[in-house]
């Protein structure tokens, strides 16, 4: 008998013809299946909802369709409504939820399905769930007695399913309202737009509960919005607040960056004003605030933290002597006065400002110069931040402790202690400032005092100050040595400075003492007292105070 050859064409028809086989029995397959479990799932999608939540809410949509083959599931146009002949029923029986919720979505997409297991096994199974378009308004009301056991999810889905497990959850576009209504009946509302949710890792089965790597049954969630701008009430300045994002696992609010930016240049802000009045230039980078309780905030109009962390900013201030001083007075505005008059109460434990550049900036109105005070690198440690009563009995004291590096050479340390709910505004500066090259001062008093330090090394300036709104008194210690200056006069053009040599040889021979101590006597020291002028600022007090007892020191009191 004759032996057949082997053909490999033949197994290769073979071989197609049986994959084509299964291909079209694996697409009827799956064109059944796909027939037949979107009539199931779209009847339990609706039914779910309903069963769950006693008839009290329904939802509807547009299209549902399962893809059995790529393990993807598409909802359009979904909304989940509540049934308010059901919701009063409920409050007259005691047994009305406190939260209600209203939701529209304009497509949902389930990727990753397990449909098999969801069926079969009553497990709902997905890699990722990502919502478009997604408004939500959930309202809280305290003043709802609900009388009945309250159950965690999973004792709510358990009838129905074993387990929900969600990879990833991505809702893009959010509109979210929040509306709280507390005991007195009065109201809260909140509203957001645009927000960016991320929910990793969402499961709810029986044990899920109790994990303590779960926040509300995810590993975390994170918020985020879009940049928001707004202009200040008094349309001088624009806020703006870049990088907002929250993560719930770390209870921690970020910021990328949050400013103050003038509308307007120096000399148009100055005629908008019309007064004498500081322009602000403000922006800190890196913002976290920690421990950020999102109850109290949202619920009570209250901000508790328990620290903040600054990672750097700036900070300019100009002013301009030239126009009228404004009308009123400056009485109640000191930071401990202000902090108490903030309807929005406070506890902040801890607040830490890194790498902070300020710089102050005055146009004197007899020179037509500018003088500059700058701090580099500050770094500052502010704690007890509060104007909540019941916090201010156990600790009335908000202590900021600060150093930085001033006028490019001077090593300064300063703590200052606000006294909170004083109604006069008491409080206490202490400092010390250590190598300093006196003529980096030359900056400010040239164009303000018209005086020109030639030398001076200042060794260590310590310093005491007490006051309230009223006053400040203290104790100055100044030692340095080597001091000369030059007493100037400015042209008729405001342009220029030139020395007045008799009157600086005076001053130099006959008043400036040019060391402290001086040979064979002692460290001289002084006690300034300082009225203050009712219509500058907290710092100009301190400030000048502290000037009195450095010309006191130094024999200048009249120059």
């Known amino acids: 008998m004759e032996k057949r050859k082997f053909s490999f064409w033949r197994l290769v028809k073979i071989i197609s013809v049986v994959f ?88 949902l997409q389930l990727r990753y399905f397990k449909p098999w297991r969801y069926f079969n096994g009553k497990e709902l199974n ?159 980078n890196n913002i976290s605030i920690h421990e950020l309780d999102p109850r109290l905030l949202l619920q009570e109009q209250q901000v508790w933290a328990q620290r903040i962390n600054i990672g750097s900013g700036k900070l300019d201030i100009y002013r301009n002597r030239n126009l009228p001083m404004p009308p009123g007075n400056k009485l109640g505005q000191y930071p401990n006065q202000q902090l108490q008059k903030l309807k929005l109460p406070i506890k902040i434990d801890t607040l830490t400002g890194n790498n902070v550049e300020i710089q102050y900036a005055e146009l004197s109105n007899e020179t037509q110069q500018t003088g500059i005070i700058h701090f580099n690198h500050v770094h500052g440690n502010f704690r007890n931040i509060t104007n909540i009563d019941s916090l201010i009995a156990k600790n009335n004291h908000c202590v900021a402790d600060l150093d930085a590096i001033f006028m490019q050479s001077g090593k300064l340390k300063a703590r200052f202690d606000f006294t909170l709910n004083s109604k006069p505004g008491q409080f206490a500066v202490s400092g010390q400032l250590q190598n300093m090259n006196g003529k980096d001062l030359n900056v400010v008093t040239k164009p303000l005092g018209k005086v020109e330090i030639r030398s001076c090394d200042i060794q260590d300036l310590t310093f005491v100050i007490k006051g309230d709104e009223r006053k400040a008194a203290g104790h100055v210690k100044l030692l340095y040595k080597n001091l000369k200056i030059a007493v100037l006069k400015q042209d008729k053009d405001h342009q220029g400075f030139t020395r007045k040599g008799l009157v600086s040889f005076v001053a130099n021979l006959l008043v400036i003492k040019d060391s402290n101590p001086l040979k064979d006597e002692k460290v001289r020291t002084s006690d300034p007292v300082y009225p203050r002028d009712i219509k500058k600022s907290f710092f100009n007090l301190v400030w000048k105070t502290l000037f009195t007892g450095v010309k006191e020191t130094a024999g200048a009191k009249n120059i």
């Not at 064109?31 to 006693?54: A, F, I």
């Not at 308010?84 to 409920?90: G, T």
């Not at 929900?164 to 959010?174: E, N, P, R, S, Y």
Request: charged share 25%.
């Open 126 to 284: 997905a890699g990722s769930l990502t919502v478009t378009g997604p408004s939500i308004i959930m309202e809280q009301n305290a003043t709802v007695k609900d009388t009945t056991k309250p159950k965690t999810a999973y004792e709510n889905i358990s009838s129905k399913m074993k387990s929900i497990f969600i990879g990833k959850l991505v809702l893009d576009g959010t509109n979210f309202k929040y509306i709280f209504t507390r005991k007195d009946s009065s109201k809260v509302i909140h509203q957001f737009h645009n927000l960016r949710v991320r929910v990793n890792d969402f499961l709810i089965d029986s044990v899920a509960i109790n994990d303590p790597t779960r926040f509300l049954y995810a590993r975390n969630y994170e918020i985020g919005m879009k940049d928001y701008m707004h202009r200040t009430r008094d349309s001088l300045y624009w806020m703006n607040v870049r990088g907002i994002s929250y993560d719930a696992a770390e209870r921690a609010l970020n910021i990328e960056q949050f400013s103050i930016e003038p509308r307007y240049d120096k000399e148009a802000f100055q005629k908008k004003v019309g007064v004498q009045q500081d322009r602000y230039d403000l922006s800190f």
């Open 20 to 107: 084509g086989i299964l291909v079209i029995l694996v697409l009827c397959t799956g064109w059944y299946l796909n027939q037949h479990w979107n009539k199931l799932l779209r009847k339990e999608l609706s039914g779910y909802v309903t069963d769950l939540s006693d008839s009290l809410y329904t939802v509807r949509f547009s299209d549902l369709k399962l893809d059995v083959l790529s393990g993807s599931v598409t909802v359009t146009n979904a909304s989940m409504a509540l049934d308010s002949a059901i919701y009063k029923k409920l409050l007259a029986q005691h047994r009305a939820p406190t939260d209600i919720y209203l939701v529209s979505v304009e497509k």
